[in-house]
């Protein structure tokens, strides 16, 4: 069925190091996935996103990989800063979906360690 | 911000009653996507509207429905509601591709309407 799960619920990070989330997908289909940072009492706040036809992306101190061969997507957060505290969902959008179906995953909480 | 806006942003319902949310999408987007998110829990998609028809549709039942307005604004009602249906429920908006609108790229997330039933 169609799922994407992450490796760890929860990661601590010390400020000023660099955070990697993982993510695992299972649904060979999809064509484009994107990461959603959310701050309590806030919506999902896009971060940065990936197509099928990428196995890396840079944006403003992140970086997602792409690895379709294991199904793997992984979101790095260089230097690691307070505000960058928040649960951080890896999403995937199935390509046999007319519509822009994003499933999610159940998301990992960053905490960050002064 | 997103430039979504969702109301109104906390709401308390008893079982049986039903509710109306409302989302004004993004200036220049023209799709709309409601999510529910349990608590703990990623955001489940409901269906999303694509100029005022619903284009999609995940796993809910009929009692959820949803209509959109020439502008572009959306709203989500559920009927009957039962207490599973205490969530966060987000609106996103988003553009659709060129050559295939119904298909879109990014979508931008409302800061959601917390709704309550006892």
């Known amino acids: 069925g169609e799922s994407v799960g992450l490796h760890l619920p929860t990661l601590s990070v010390q400020e000023g190091d660099n955070s990697i989330i993982n993510c695992a997908y299972s649904n060979s289909a999809s064509d484009y996935f994107i990461w959603y940072k959310q701050e309590s009492g806030k919506g999902p706040q896009f971060i940065i996103d990936i197509r099928s036809n990428m196995d890396k992306r840079q944006g403003q101190r992140v970086t997602v990989l792409l690895n379709k061969t294991v199904k793997h997507l992984s979101l790095q957060i260089a230097a690691t800063q307070p505000g960058d505290s928040a649960v951080y969902f890896c999403?995937?959008?199935?390509?046999?979906?007319?519509?822009?179906?994003?499933?999610f995953g159940s998301g990992t909480r960053l905490s960050i360690r002064p | 911000e997103t430039g979504v806006t969702q109301s109104p942003t906390h709401l308390i319902k008893t079982r049986g009653q039903q509710v109306t949310l409302r989302c004004s999408s993004q200036?220049?987007?023209?799709?709309v996507s409601w999510y529910q998110q349990a608590l703990g829990q990623g955001p489940q998609f409901i269906f999303q509207?694509?100029?005022?028809?619903?284009?999609g549709r995940g796993n809910f039942p009929p009692r959820f429905s949803g209509l959109q307005f020439p502008n572009y604004s959306s709203e989500l009602n559920v009927n009957a509601l039962e207490l599973d249906d205490s969530a966060l429920y987000l609106c996103a908006s988003s553009r659709g591709l060129a050559g295939d609108e119904r298909r879109t790229r990014t979508q931008y997330f409302g800061p959601g309407t917390r709704l309550l039933v006892l």
């Open positions: 999403a995937e959008r199935p390509r046999y979906s007319s519509a822009s179906k994003i499933i």
């Open positions: 200036s220049g987007h023209n799709t």
């Open positions: 509207y694509y100029r005022e028809e619903e284009n």
